[in-house]
């Protein structure tokens, strides 16, 4: 019997040596100190042990239990205590590694900020095609055949009829085909102009348009929104004027300056020495226009307006180079 014994202990100390992880020494629990482990099963087995020898067996039970136990108690700790020091060379104090999270393109915020102010003054939003056709870019515009007007954007022609284009006005006459008066809409969208690229201008950029028809709009709703707009978007103290212009689309028509973001209207390079820079074109709808799509000019009377969101951009951050916008450098839009 007590041959048995040391046999137990043996394997027991072998076993033990070979234990390297916290799953090792709940194997070695398992199997000799737990229910159904090896000791439990002595101790079941001294029932069948005859009287005179109960006494001895039960006392060389006992003893190797305390063995076992205290050198699993033993080994346990130190296991434990390994692998917390382990844990530990984690060092919490060092900064996180930092994760990027995208932002929206200075652009896109730019344009969603438009579009608020208007949608707050009653504006939908509709959009157009980006291949049109000539027709609507310049046609139904009140642009007649060969008029020098059409020079005064650049165009890139797909085909005699069609070509990219060169501003979002020809959505007007789409959205006028489609409702009838009174219209209140926005239209923003990407354009393109046959130019030479530098500081100023741009192969392709975006615009938003402009449209309000109904019975009796005057142009000093016109100025009134488009005030309101400016002082929105750049702010309460803006100073602003409007200049005469020309659009074949629109009679009279417009253009609204703001005051130079660099100079605040003392002259510097930027705005020529004038104090002033240019933000967008604007006029009553012209009535030929209205005549292209059916509606009365007699009855009905329209003003549009026409905004470049790059240079709305520019001005407000004091942005000197468009092709910054399209560079994607990842230090300059991050500023935003
Ligand atoms: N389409 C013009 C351009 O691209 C801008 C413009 C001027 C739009 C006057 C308008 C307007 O609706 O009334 O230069």
Redesign the pocket.
């Known amino acids: 019997m007590q041959e048995n014994f040391n046999q137990i202990q043996k394997e027991f100390d072998k076993d033990i040596s070979q234990v390297s992880s916290l799953n090792d020494i709940e194997q070695i629990r398992i199997k000799y100190l737990s229910r159904n482990g090896i000791i439990s099963n002595l101790f079941d087995k001294l029932r069948e042990i005859p009287k005179e020898n109960k006494r001895e067996f039960g006392k060389s039970v006992n003893e190797l239990r305390d063995y076992i136990t205290n050198i699993y108690e033993i080994k346990k700790k130190e296991i434990l205590s390994k692998s917390s020091q382990e844990s530990s060379k984690i060092d919490l104090t060092l900064p996180a590694n930092q994760i990027k999270i995208g932002s929206k393109h200075i652009l896109t915020q730019t344009l969603e900020e438009i579009k608020e102010i208007f949608k707050s003054l009653g504006f939908s939003v509709f959009e157009g095609p980006e291949l049109e056709s000539d027709y609507y870019n310049f046609e139904a ?1 009140n642009f007649p055949d060969d008029h020098p007007a059409r020079d ?2 650049d165009t890139f022609f797909i085909s005699k009829k069609f070509l990219l284009r ?4 020809p959505v ?1 006459i789409r959205v006028m085909e489609k409702n009838k008066p009174p219209v209140r809409a926005i239209m923003p969208g990407r ?1 393109y102009r046959n130019e030479a690229i530098n500081a100023r201008s741009y192969c392709t950029f975006q ?1 938003v ?3 309000y028809v109904d019975k009796d709009v005057n142009f000093s709703e016109l100025k009134g929104t488009l005030v309101s707009f400016a002082k929105q978007f750049y702010g309460n103290d803006l100073k602003y004027r409007f200049r005469p ?1 020309f ?1 074949p ?2 009679e009279p ?1 417009a ?1 609204m300056d703001i005051t130079c973001f660099l100079c605040k209207g003392k002259g510097c390079k930027v705005c020529k020495n004038s104090g002033w820079l240019e933000i ?4 009553m ?1 012209d009535p030929n226009v209205f005549k292209y799509v059916n509606y009365d000019p007699e009855e009905y009377l329209g ?6 969101i790059e240079r709305i951009a520019l001005l407000k951050y004091g942005i000197n180079d468009i092709r910054i916008f399209f560079e994607n450098d990842i230090r300059f839009l991050r500023q935003f």
């Open positions: 515009l005064m954007q060169t501003h979002t006005s007007q354009v615009q348009e402009g449209l212009s659009f689309f629109t028509s253009e967008l074109g604007c006029g709808v003003y549009a307006f026409g905004m470049g």
